[in-house]
């Protein structure tokens, strides 16, 4: 394998946290007697970060409302019921064993994310995970992703990024990474490959084929 370094996104790339996202949604949308979102409104709102995603479901003007609500919510919740997706531990363990240094570079909070890796016995695996609050910037800026590479002592050159929104494409292009796009979470083949992605596969299984065979 010619990568000695492989950056994942988290939601809807390694694991299926929906579930408790949307749950979050909901209940600080009620809060403040907004309609629910539905889960299919609340997958298509992620990705870009949680002020974002409030934004979408309710209009910007109400993130300083919701906020709070959610993140009460969420610290009290959000291990409840979120999984790792098929085949990821396998492709991280795979990508260690050929001694690639693996991490994940989200949007998530990153305390959060920590959290849930914790949880998942998916953090002894990794060598660091990024998330939003641990540096100034957030996906795609190339900034948040220069600086998850010097903390690994990682080049662009030879690092891949896996993910599944455009977000991800649009971090890849903006940093010079190699991308490999997987549909298990946000978007279609064909968004992704709309957004610039030029290897898109159906799950993670298929990228440890790609790059292990």
Known sequence: MRYTTVLFDLDGTLIDHFQAIHRCHAYAMRQIGLTEPTLLQTRAAVGGGLDEAIARLAGA??????LPHFLAHWKATHLDDVI???GALELVSALNQVGASCAVLTNKRGYAAREVGDHLALTPQLKGIFGVGDTP???PDPQF?????TQLNAHATS?????DSPFDVQTALNAGLDFI????????????????ATQVVSDLTAVQRALLG
């Not at 083949?189 to 957004?195: C, I, P, T």
């Open 181 to 196: 796009g997987v549909t298990t979470g946000t978007h279609s083949a064909e968004e992704l490959k709309a957004a610039g």
């Open 145 to 149: 992703t220069q600086h998850a590479l």
């Open 159 to 163: 690092t891949l990024l896996v993910g």
């Open 137 to 139: 910037w957030l996906k």
């Open 84 to 86: 790792l997706l098929p």
């Open 61 to 66: 003007e109400n993130v300083p409302r919701i």
